[in-house]
């Protein structure tokens, strides 16, 4: 089992930037592909990006592409989320997850593990 704690996240203004992390613990973090997904109030969660065991492949939605880069470091057991170009509609509670699966995969439903989820709030 794996265990995901997440950090970062806030307020911050248009064309800003902001930098979200997510610390595993449990078992070997290299073993799984991690994604990043969000949640805007009254909407459902979406898919933001995805990054494999290794980190040499990554996905994105096309929402983000350009503007958020995905990251990990196996060594620190934490994967990133580097927002630029933050926009308001951006604003969303964001929660990284563990697959255990091929990685890259855009569906919520084939992650095994979540963050406990952290609030970014971009403001116009």
């Known amino acids: 089992q794996v265990q995901l704690v997440q950090s970062g996240g806030g307020l911050v203004q248009t064309g800003g930037s902001l930098t979200l992390s997510c610390a595993a613990s449990g078992r070997a973090f290299s073993s799984y592909a991690m994604g990043w997904f969000r949640q805007a109030p009254g909407k459902e969660r979406e898919f933001v990006a995805a990054i494999t065991r290794s980190g040499t492949s990554t996905h994105y939605a096309d929402s983000v592409k350009g503007r958020f880069t995905i990251s990990r470091d196996n060594a620190k057991n934490t994967v990133y989320l580097q927002m630029n170009s933050l926009k308001p509609e951006d604003t969303a509670d964001y929660y990284c997850?563990?697959?255990?699966?091929?990685?890259?995969?855009?569906?919520?439903?084939?992650?095994?593990?979540w963050g406990q989820g952290t609030q970014v709030t971009v403001s116009s």
């Open positions: 997850a563990a697959d255990r699966g091929v990685g890259l995969s855009p569906w919520s439903y084939e992650y095994d593990y």
